[in-house]
T-cell receptor, first 114, second 113 residues
Framework: DGGITQSPKYLFRKEGQNVTLSCEQN?????MYWYRQDPGQGLRLIYY???????QKGDIAEGYSVSREKKESFPLTVTSAQKNPTAFYLC?????????????FGEGSRLTVL | GNSVTQMEGPVTLSEEAFLTINCTYT??????LFWYVQYPGEGLQLLLK?????DKGSNKGFEATYRKETTSFHLEKGSVQVSDSAVYFC????????????FGSGTRLLVRP
């Protein structure tokens, strides 16, 4: 089945630790995105990548880092510099680098900082 | 700035009731408009879209019409089912933006049998 796979689904982290969330897609999509979702809020864009080996900051990039070494993979690292990392993280992709608004989402990763 | 405003939830309905979820937008350009749905514990799925004024998007019994004069894109369904219980997000993308999909805060719908 084609789709986006995020792992792990649930993750617990101690304060001061970095953690990496995995996102893999087999849709052959050019663009990939990371969003953060907090209760009662819309999704906020963290980073996006339109092509391999290139990525740009979104609205809330501070405390996060990404890489795009392969077309199908776009991992997100939540660093200790992120002040409030507890959230639901969603990875998405779109067919073309230009965002037409039609995104395909993974099932999300819920990060809890203890 | 560009933004999307949705009615606050939760919206609680009985099965077979009529549904309306309001969505209005502010945009500097000429946006395309979307409704996404998020079922419990899952990611978002595109429900429907409209790319120009007076277009009507429809899918799974849901409809929304792009109203430029009122800058609105209200979601409607004539008869809801328990399985429609989810969070619904209105969103826009500007034609001159290469990356940014702007989401509303979401409206939770709970349908009771």
């Amino acid at each position: 089945d084609g789709g986006i796979t995020q792992s792990p689904k649930y993750l617990f982290r101690k304060e001061g630790q970095n953690v990496t969330l995995s996102c893999e897609q087999n849709l052959n999509h050019d663009a990939m995105y990371w969003y953060r979702q907090d209760p009662g809020q819309g999704l906020r864009l963290i980073y996006y990548s339109q092509i391999v080996n290139d990525f740009q900051k979104g609205d809330i990039a501070e405390g996060y880092s990404v890489s795009r070494e392969k077309k199908e993979s776009f991992p997100l690292t939540v660093t200790s510099a992120q002040k409030n990392p507890t959230a639901f993280y969603l990875c998405a992709s779109s067919i073309r680098a230009t965002n037409t608004g039609e995104l395909f989402f993974g099932e999300g990763s819920r990060l809890t900082v203890l | 700035g560009n933004s999307v405003t949705q009615m606050e939830g939760p919206v609680t309905l009985s099965e077979e009731a009529f549904l309306t979820i309001n969505c209005t937008y502010t945009a500097t350009g000429y946006p395309s408009l979307f409704w996404y749905v998020q079922y419990p514990g899952e990611g978002l799925q595109l429900l429907l879209k409209a790319t120009k004024a007076d277009d009507k998007g429809s899918n799974k019994g849901f409809e929304a019409t792009y109203r430029k004069e009122t800058t609105s894109f209200h979601l409607e369904k004539g008869s809801v089912q328990v399985s429609d219980s989810a969070v619904y997000f209105c969103a826009l993308v500007l034609r001159d933006s290469s990356y940014k999909l702007i989401f509303g805060s979401g409206t939770r719908l709970l349908v009771r049998p």
